[in-house]
């Protein structure tokens, strides 16, 4: 059975950091793309990062470029996202999926929630 | 990048059909044959219901279809189902490895 599950979130001061690790099992990690999506409070999905097989390519939202660094360790089947210069704007439910083609994400974790406040 | 515009809500009876509309431009929608639908129920993770504007991954009923015409895409629920009351989401492929959301639409069962 495929599993995604997500940890890490929290409160966080504006201009914090934090790291959001997604645990996965069930498949072949390495040989997946990986995304993580993220939703605003009462808001739209939003995609934010993507990254490659071996980690060699990875993307992001103009908003989180700088910011945010999407990185993967295929020996412990796992995904993270290092979120950086934290702003309110960040806080929402961040999702971890396996992407088999562009936009195909066929599975997605539970999700973590992150909020930046004071 | 922008968001895909979708209707706020949509609604129709059990049994009947409801289609969702999802305009983007000829940058997203309208230059690749990657749109996808996602179907999400409060407090749950969005689930895959078309992938590449009209392929229904295994498991989703096939009262599921997806089309495109130009820059906009469209999911079809036919027969409706009290279980399909849901947000629903598209999202395109916009070129250099960039994917944009549609704003989403929540779809009511009468």
């Known amino acids: 059975e495929v599993q995604l599950v997500e940890s890490g979130g929290g409160l966080v001061q504006p201009g914090g950091s934090l790291r959001l690790p997604c645990a996965t099992s069930g498949f072949a990690f390495s040989s997946y793309w990986m995304s993580w999506v993220r939703q605003a409070p009462g808001k739209g999905l939003e995609w934010v990062a993507n990254?490659?097989?071996?980690?060699?390519?990875?993307y992001y939202v103009d908003s989180v470029k700088g910011r945010f660094t999407i990185s993967r360790d295929n020996a412990k089947n796992s995904l993270y996202l290092h979120m950086n210069s934290l702003r309110a704007e960040d806080t929402a439910v961040y999702y971890c999926?396996?992407?088999?083609?562009?936009?195909?994400?066929?599975?997605w974790g539970q999700g973590t929630l992150v909020t930046v406040s004071s | 990048q922008s968001a895909l515009t979708q209707p706020p809500s949509a609604s129709g009876s059990p049994g009947q059909s409801v289609t969702i509309s999802c305009t983007g431009t000829?940058?997203?929608?309208?230059?690749?044959?990657?749109v996808s639908w996602y179907q999400q129920h409060p407090g749950k993770a969005p689930k895959l219901m078309i992938y590449e504007v009209s392929q229904r991954p295994s498991g989703v009923p096939d009262r599921f279809s997806g089309s495109k015409s130009g820059n906009t895409a469209s999911l079809t629920v036919s027969g409706l189902q009290a279980e399909d009351e849901a947000d629903y989401y598209c999202?395109?492929?916009?070129?250099?490895?960039?994917?944009?959301f549609g704003t989403g639409t929540k779809v009511t069962v009468l």
């Open positions: 999202v395109s492929y916009a070129g250099s490895n960039d994917y944009v």
């Open positions: 999926a396996r992407e088999v083609r562009p936009v195909r994400f066929d599975y």
């Open positions: 990254i490659n097989q071996d980690g060699s390519e990875k």
């Open positions: 000829s940058s997203d929608v309208g230059g690749y044959n990657y």
